[in-house]
């Protein structure tokens, strides 16, 4: 959904009230869809010339070569530990790289939205982060499925496992000595987030129990037997949800009883059709299949925030709540005059299908049919919040064995529980933890663009030679939720739509790392975890290391 029509009348040179953007179902974004790319300008142009509609349909060689990639960062964590295994400092370096040509984002992703997450949901007592940013004969690099989070609870995460191993500490409780509980909240990390609501030893016990992590070993020694090599990984992220701290709402329930809603976010595979409109019937009582949540329109909803940060949820709910209240004031005077009473004297029921009720009688009308009998109701909700900041948090824990002879890796187990606050809709949110994760997957066994290293010419321009994760190539995962109500918002609620790359990159990796060193592999390895990568690892491995 566009913030309105300022960036696209400025790049036409023309006024504002001369653009109107639609925007229907574009599918699946992840990041790239945020910036406005050149094509847009040069079709309006081109059909303001033409004076006929004109279609850009970018091939997928051309993205391989034009489209904003993401995660490109290098760099060193260190940690210091008193005896116990407790962390008492951080400092992360680290060189992102940019591409050839600066994106919206770019500088952001490894700076202002992520650098400050160092450190987890760990009590680390300082931190220090140190981005430098590099120009690449590469395409330029900017948001991408959590932003620069991932990359910074990976870098936590594997320091955690490193200082375990050194100290001599199970990484399980290494983790459990670190990570905030309940009780020290809020809590202020050092990298200036409040955090309002956790409850991480529950979530992380749950985990372990559902993934049986007391019989790993179990497991483990059964596939050693059987000349394979098991891994664990077990992982605690946290990642800032939220973003633009502005957003707008318009409803209208027109004389046919349909609630029309436009909301200044832009659904792209989340579901927001479904949860916006639970969020309205909640409120309304309106069936909610009387209830269409439309598609953008600059003219029907000037600005918005858009979708971005895993905010939507946050702030729609509350422009939606604004907007509802908005709505049965608007007809509460309508209400009045048919019932022949006082305003005041007007109860409104939503568990009843939206009515007005004089109060102590049985005299009722409904917001259907005020709306039927005269102009559609109409309503808007606007807020503007200092922060609109959640802090999101779970346990990913996975288990992988790899086939020594031949490198090839498989991901027999996976299971999360994740702390999203309140859940409005529990399958959208699992959908989304489920996309997460195999994003993060498919980073950690096999993505990676790769090019020349003096001409910048791609060396898999094509799905032909990138490798994208398949469904063959991960279990059925085994996602629950501990709901803890954030503070900072109405519904409670925290955002979800990143979250399972946050977690899935570390797990993933951490497990097959596992897998290396109980073979006896020592020297750090960089993911994609290739088969060949996997296998020339263990052929360095003396016979007699395990």
């Known amino acids: 959904m566009p913030t309105g029509c300022g960036p696209r009348s400025r ?20 990041g790239m869809k945020l910036m406005d790319h050149p094509e ?39 940690g210091a530990f008193d005896a116990d295994g407790r962390c008492l400092a951080m400092r992360m370096r680290t060189i992102s790289g940019l591409g050839a040509y600066y994106s919206s984002y770019g500088a952001g992703v490894h700076t202002v939205f992520s650098a400050a997450l160092l450190g987890g949901m760990y009590d680390v007592g300082a931190t220090y982060a140190e981005v430098q940013g590099a120009f690449l004969n590469t395409p330029p690099a900017d948001a991408y499925r959590g932003a620069g989070r991932p990359e910074t609870i990976y870098a936590t995460e594997r320091l955690m496992e490193a200082a375990a191993r050194q100290i001599g500490i199970d990484p399980v409780e290494i983790r459990r000595r670190n990570l905030l509980t309940a009780d020290r909240v809020p809590h202020r990390s050092p990298g200036g987030f409040v955090f309002d609501s956790l409850d991480t030893h529950t979530v992380l016990d749950r985990a372990l129990a559902a993934a049986d992590h007391a019989g790993f070993e179990a497991r483990a020694a059964d596939a050693r037997a059987q000349g394979r090599l098991r891994g664990l990984g077990v992982a605690y992220y946290f990642e800032r949800t939220g973003g633009q701290p502005t957003e707008n709402t318009r409803m209208e329930l027109g004389g046919d009883g349909i609630l029309r809603i436009w909301v200044g976010t832009q659904s792209s595979g989340q579901g927001h059709e479904t949860a916006w409109a639970q969020i309205a019937h909640e409120r309304l009582g309106l069936p909610i299949d009387s209830i269409k949540v439309m598609p953008g329109d600059s003219d029907a909803l000037p600005s918005g925030g858009g979708t971005g940060g895993s905010r939507s949820l946050i702030m729609a709910s509350q422009v939606l709540i604004l907007g509802s209240d908005n709505l049965i004031e608007a007809a509460r005077a309508r209400a009045a005059d048919k019932l022949e009473a ?32 005269g102009e559609a109701i109409e309503a808007d909700g606007q807020i503007k919040i200092e922060s609109s900041s959640t802090f999101p948090n779970g346990a990913h824990i996975c288990e992988v064995e790899i086939d020594p002879d031949t490198g090839a890796l498989e991901i027999l187990r996976y299971t999360v529980i994740d702390d999203f606050g309140r859940l409005v809709n529990p399958e959208l949110v699992a959908g989304q933890v489920h996309g997460g994760i195999v994003q993060g997957i ?25 490798c994208m994760p398949r469904a063959a190539d991960v279990p059925m995962f085994d996602v629950a939720f501990e709901e803890v109500p954030a503070r900072t918002n109405p519904l409670g609620v925290k955002g979800c739509g990143e979250s399972g790359s946050v977690g899935g990159i570390p797990a993933t990796a951490l497990a097959v790392l596992d897998a290396l060193w109980r073979a006896g592999y020592r020297t750090p390895l960089e993911t994609p975890y290739t088969p060949i990568k996997l296998w020339q690892a263990l052929q360095s491995v003396p016979r007699d290391a395990a």
């Open 11 to 30: 790049a036409l040179r023309v006024e504002p009230d001369r653009v109107r953007v639609h925007v229907g179902d574009v599918g699946g974004a992840f």
């Open 40 to 78: 847009y300008a040069l079709c309006a142009l081109a059909a303001a010339d033409l004076e006929r509609p004109v279609k850009w349909v970018g091939s997928r060689s051309e993205s391989f070569l034009s489209d904003a990639q993401g995660r490109d960062m290098r760099g060193l964590v260190e």
């Open 342 to 373: 006082a305003a005041a004297d007007l109860e409104f029921l939503p568990g009843e299908g939206g009515i007005f009720r004089v109060a102590g009688t049985d005299l009722s009308v409904g917001l259907v049919e005020l709306a039927s009998g």
């Open 442 to 466: 498919g980073q950690v066994i096999g993505e990676e663009a790769r090019w020349d290293p003096e001409t910048g010419q791609p060396l898999n321009g094509s799905f032909m030679d990138y």
